[in-house]
Structures are given as structure tokens and as C-alpha cells.
């Protein structure tokens, strides 16, 4: 028996080591595989990390790109507007322009001084109608307190206590673009 002993234990000794060593194979191909995977999974975070810097400087690049081509439109529309601008207040001062060569031609044939007086009162009228339209307005001024943010003063004239600080003449009429100053009223302030 001991020799039945000996060969069971040697068969033992085998199946151990064959165990030892599909153990070691095995855990030698775990390793491999874990690396293979955490390659693998390194490999797509750096893809996906290299796409999103795709995207981002792609999009950077379109986001430049649309402001340089709103910044050029932005600008050509200023430009339009600036040489634009001006043309609908000439339309509406040309009709003025007409009745004004009418008058003057009127002026030449006719000897009555009122109807010439009149169509001068109408064609001012018209104008400053067409002006008001247009949003500008003239600024008071005669007997109002001295204002220096609508009237620039070109004299000062003794004129009493009443009179003092306002505005007894008027040199030169101040016109207003809404509440811009177009023109400052030129005026005589009393002292």
C-alpha cells in the first residue's frame, strides 16, 4: 500500500501543479485581458476627449466667424442709414423748394404785395409744418428764464428786475430733434 500511497500521492503532486499552473495561466491571462481593457478604455476617453475638442474649436471657430459677419452687417447697415437717412427729409423739403420757385416766379408778374405776402406766409407755414412732422420743433425762448442747455447768449442788456435773467430778444431761432439740440436759440439776456 505504501506504494499505492506514493503513486496517489505523486498524482496529488501533479494535479496541483497543473492546477498551479492553469492558476497562473489563468490569472496571467486575467492581467492581460484587465490591460487590454484598460487600454481600450483609455483609448476611447482620449477619442471622445479629442472629439470634444473638435467640437468645441469647431464651434468657436463658427461663433468668430457669424460675430465678424454680424459686425460686418452691423456696420453696412450704419452706413446705409447714414447715407440714407437724410434722403426722406429732402423728399419732404423739395415740395417746399417747388412752391418756393412758384412764388418767386408769381412774385414777378404780379403787383399785388398782399397775395405775394400770402403765398410767402404759406409756403413758411408749410415748411415749418413739414419740419414738425419731421420731429423738430423750434425752442421757446422770447421772456423765458435763460436756459444755458437750449439758448446760447451773444449780449446781455440792462432791462429791469422784471427782466432780469430771461430772455428779452431773440438772434437766431434754436431748433430741436426730439430732445436733441439741433441749434442752440441765439439770444439777448437781460441783466
Given at each position: ?92 423739403i423739395l415740395p417746399i423748394l417747388d412752391d418756393m420757385q412758384r412764388a418767386t416766379a408769381a412774385s414777378e408778374k404780379s403787383d399785388d404785395i398782399n397775395a405775394l405776402r400770402e403765398g410767402e406766409r404759406l409756403v413758411v407755414q408749410k415748411f415749418i409744418d413739414t419740419l414738425r412732422q419731421k420731429k423738430v420743433v423750434e425752442i421757446e ?51
Amino acid at each position: 500500500m505504501s506504494k499505492k500511497n506514493t503513486e496517489n500521492q505523486e498524482i496529488k503532486d501533479q494535479t496541483t501543479t497543473t492546477d498551479n499552473v492553469d492558476t497562473a495561466t489563468s490569472d496571467t491571462a486575467t492581467s492581460d485581458n484587465m490591460t487590454d481593457e484598460a487600454t481600450a478604455e483609455t483609448d476611447t476617453v482620449a477619442e471622445k476627449a479629442t472629439e470634444e475638442q473638435i467640437d468645441w474649436k469647431d464651434q468657436y471657430i463658427r461663433l468668430q466667424a457669424e460675430f465678424d459677419n454680424f459686425r460686418k452687417r452691423t456696420i453696412r447697415e450704419k452706413m446705409d442709414l447714414i447715407q440714407s437717412g437724410g434722403s426722406d427729409v429732402l423728399k419732404a423739403i423739395l415740395p417746399i423748394l417747388d412752391d418756393m420757385q412758384r412764388a418767386t416766379a408769381a412774385s414777378e408778374k404780379s403787383d399785388d404785395i398782399n397775395a405775394l405776402r400770402e403765398g410767402e406766409r404759406l409756403v413758411v407755414q408749410k415748411f415749418i409744418d413739414t419740419l414738425r412732422q419731421k420731429k423738430v420743433v423750434e425752442i421757446e425762448a422770447l421772456d423765458c428764464p435763460f436756459d444755458e442747455n437750449l439758448h446760447e447768449a451773444v449780449a446781455r442788456f440792462a432791462a429791469g428786475e422784471e427782466k432780469k435773467g430771461k430772455v428779452i430778444d431773440v438772434i437766431e431761432r434754436g431748433y430741436m430733434l426730439g430732445d436733441k439740440v439741433l441749434r442752440f436759440a441765439k439770444v439777448v439776456v437781460g441783466e
